[in-house]
Nanobody, 120 residues
Framework: VQLQASGGGLVQPGGSLRLSCAAS????????GAWYRQAPGNQRELVAR???????DYADSVKGRFTISRDNPKNTVYLQMDSLKPEDTAVYYC???????????????WGQGTLVTVSS
């Protein structure tokens, strides 16, 4: 199983970006999905997560500005980021709990990071 994150880049304050995280491989189901971020000198923090049935949870710092969603047939989780601030600058990582065909238990997988820079 591989998670491919994309969509990062440079954006001005107040702008928007949409991150995507596509899971590929021998996948039976993608359970919870999440986005984390890590700024230089800081610990990795949870930004948003979404359950298999679509319930969402957000860090206080992004509530009202970020929206996590998923496309189950595509095994993809998205993070729509609006009203971006310089303090949102970080490497963003996706995480998903995936059950593989032939396996009873699901496991957590991580995508490679994608850099988001918010600067004028």
């Amino acid at each position: 199983v591989q998670l491919q994150a994309s969509g990062g880049g440079l954006v001005q304050p107040g702008g928007s970006l949409r991150l995507s995280c596509a899971a590929s491989g021998s996948i039976s189901s993608v359970n919870a999905g999440a986005w984390y971020r890590q700024a230089p000198g800081n610990q990795r923090e949870l930004v948003a997560r979404i359950t298999s049935d679509g319930r969402t949870d957000y860090a206080d710092s992004v509530k009202g500005r970020f929206t996590i969603s998923r496309d189950n047939p595509k095994n993809t989780v998205y993070l729509q980021m609006d009203s971006l601030k310089p303090e949102d600058t970080a490497v963003y990582y996706c995480n998903a709990n995936v059950r593989r065909f032939g396996f009873f238990r699901a496991s957590d997988y991580w995508g490679q990071g994608t850099l988001v820079t918010v600067s004028s």
